[in-house]
């Protein structure tokens, strides 16, 4: 383990700014920031020093939505706390919030401790929990102030989709928000509307309509808004933070952004599939190849617009956080599920190593400045799930999760090169200006020449505060 690393000559960037600084790690933190060569003296005490000159160093990137192993669609995501947190060190991601799983009937701790159990030790960068509430009840309201006030577990996902999975109706919701509201922890929200789905679904495969797009095509985007619409109603009754997932929709955006304008504590995810990917050209693929695309909230229309709302959105901060909701399964025996009949394909994408990469395209192509990459991607995601200054921002006395980003380096994204464990990439073929050169966790460097040189086990728990975006 390296004591204490030297990274000179870069452009250190922030939220708020850029700024030419060298940046001293001692141990786990960064120790101080100076302007160049105001470190000289000590460069002959550092067991490294790393030339960033001509480079970005940026915050490590925290991705607060993936779901490493989940059991799901009758099979499990397909990358393991390992093998995941490898692929996203790779991707200048260095914090991961994952979703442990509480189903109707089981116990939230339970679920809580089998999420130890799977990522304890396995992991290569640090790493957080949410908690799914799948069955709302007194014993699960009654864990979430247990996990809040005492497990570092300060938010809790709830699903208006998946009847009979993780569905619960309005009356659960209402009580598990009165219960947040109480504790100051997050509602975080998959807002579909999931009976009046099931019955589209049921209709269309009824006409023999089975191919992946119908999964698109019976998840209208009137189901995501309304939904949007009753989460945010019920929140405003209760006063609970609500912070809406993976948003596709312009419509969404639209409802959000009007609760944002009235100054309700709601706030908004998009992901890297719904600013690049569609409909038409992702999900209609012929034959089965679109089942690659299928995840809900789905894959919109192009032509509708959606996109650029969403980078509006980004903009302007209605929607303020950018995850990958990295939830991979391969095309062989998983996607498979779902042959000749798209309700049974395994709903999700995997991206957790291309998240930085995609959201600084936005930066090439003028939607966003460099401060709103690192702002999107690090910095408010840490802020929103209690992470600052611990995690988002390079800052004496913060973590050493830093990325050495190259701007006139290139990435083009294959399965023949990704680290995650699927057989095909939902992002093929695209090219990226821009390229992940070095990566440190807590001032270990766990990327370096395109090489893991971390460890599996150097990710350690990340208990969480309250989110701080509150008024
Ligand atoms: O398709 C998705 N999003 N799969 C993961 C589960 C969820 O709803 O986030
Ligand atoms: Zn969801
Ligand atoms: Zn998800």
């Known amino acids: 383990m390296l004591a204490r690393v030297l990274i000179c000559g870069g452009l250190v960037l922030s939220a708020t700014g850029a700024q030419n600084y060298d940046v001293l790690i001692d141990g786990d933190e960064i120790a101080a ?55 996203a060190a790779f991707g200048g991601t260095t914090s991961i919030v994952d979703f442990a799983v509480q189903r109707t009937g089981e116990d939230v701790h339970d679920g809580l401790a089998a999420w130890h159990e799977n990522a304890d030790g396995n992991c290569a960068i640090d790493y957080g929990f949410h908690q799914i509430i799948g069955g709302v009840d007194d014993a699960a309201l009654k864990a979430m102030a247990d996990l809040t006030n005492s497990e570092g577990v300060t938010s809790f996902k709830l699903f208006m989709a998946y ?31 999931g009976p009046a789905i099931d019955v589209l679904v049921a209709q269309a495969l009824e006409r023999g309509e089975t191919d992946p797009r119908y999964h698109s095509l019976t998840r209208p985007v009137e189901l995501e808004e309304e939904a949007t619409h009753r989460a945010i ?6 006063k609970a933070p609500l912070y809406i997932v993976h948003v596709s929709s312009s419509d969404a955006v639209e409802t959000i952004a009007r609760a944002r304008g009235l100054g309700a504590n709601v706030f908004a995810e998009t992901c890297p599939q719904y600013l690049y990917l569609s409909l038409e050209e992702h999900l209609s693929k012929p034959g089965f190849e679109g089942a690659a695309y299928v995840c809900s909230t789905p894959l919109r229309s192009r032509a509708e617009g959606h996109q650029e709302s969403l980078w509006r959105a980004l903009r302007t901060n209605d929607v303020s956080v950018v995850s990958t909701d990295h939830c991979p399964f391969c095309m062989k025996d998983q996607k498979e599920l779902g042959l000749g009949n798209f309700s049974k394909i395994p709903n999700g994408i995997g991206s957790v190593e291309h998240r930085m990469d995609l959201l600084y395209q936005g930066v090439v192509t003028g939607e966003i400045t460099l401060s ?80 893991f040189t971390g460890a599996v086990g150097h990710g350690k728990f990340l208990r969480r505060g309250l989110s701080q975006y509150l008024v």
């Open 372 to 451: 709103r990459w690192v702002e999107l991607a690090s910095t408010t995601p840490a802020r929103m799930f209690g992470l600052y200054p611990r995690k988002g921002v390079i800052a004496p006395g913060s973590d050493a999760d830093i990325v050495i980003y190259d701007p006139k380096g290139t990435t083009d994204i294959s399965v023949k090169t990704h680290h995650m464990n699927m057989d095909h990439s939902a992002f093929e073929g695209t090219h990226i200006d821009g390229r992940v050169v070095t990566v440190l966790s807590r001032g270990r460097i766990v990327v370096e020449n395109n090489t």
């Open 33 to 87: 920031l100076g302007t160049p060569g105001y470190f000289e003296s000590v460069k002959p005490t550092c067991d490294r020093v790393l030339d960033a000159s001509g480079k970005y160093v940026i915050p490590g990137g925290v991705d607060v939505h993936t779901h490493m192993e989940l059991p799901f669609g009758g099979t499990n995501a397909s990358d393991t706390f390992e093998t995941g947190t490898i692929a």
């Open 163 to 193: 009847p009979g999975v993780f569905y619960s109706d309005d009356g659960q919701i209402l009580r598990a928000m009165q219960t947040a509201a109480d504790l100051g922890a997050t509602i975080m929200m998959h807002a579909e509307n």
């Open 233 to 238: 109603m019920l929140a405003k009754v209760t």
